[in-house]
């Protein structure tokens, strides 16, 4: 977001978990997302694919159009489903994280490795049916 220099706005991030008064966190986040859709927000991300997923069967039983009234972005490229459309996604390179943790572990161990230390490790786009172009509407 910062990178891209959009606007963030707090009260825009929702947590399905703590936010859920029935227990369905999906249900409830769905209901959150269609609110601030009204209000002109046209896309989400979620934080992992299973999230995205249970989100976006709800944004479906609420009649909202995915992607052509809200895109819906997942994060991390682990999960697929089948009732649904393909989820657009970030893949993130699990192995490659693993591996980086390892390499860091041992340097620490050998007492070379330097604290804090900044790696980037970059996903992929997974382009999917549940992004599209900002609606206009």
Known sequence: VH???LAWNWDWRYDCAVNSESGDGAACAARHIAHWAAQ???AWQCDSDGTAYRVLQQLIKLGIDVPNELSICGYDGLVEVWD???LTTVRVPFVELGRT???RIGARVQGVGQLPQHILVRGEWVSG???GPRSRG
């Open 101 to 103: 943790a390892m390499h």
């Open 84 to 86: 649904v459309p393909q």
């Open 40 to 42: 002109g927000v046209t």
């Open 129 to 131: 049916m549940t992004s």
């Open 3 to 5: 990178q891209a220099n």
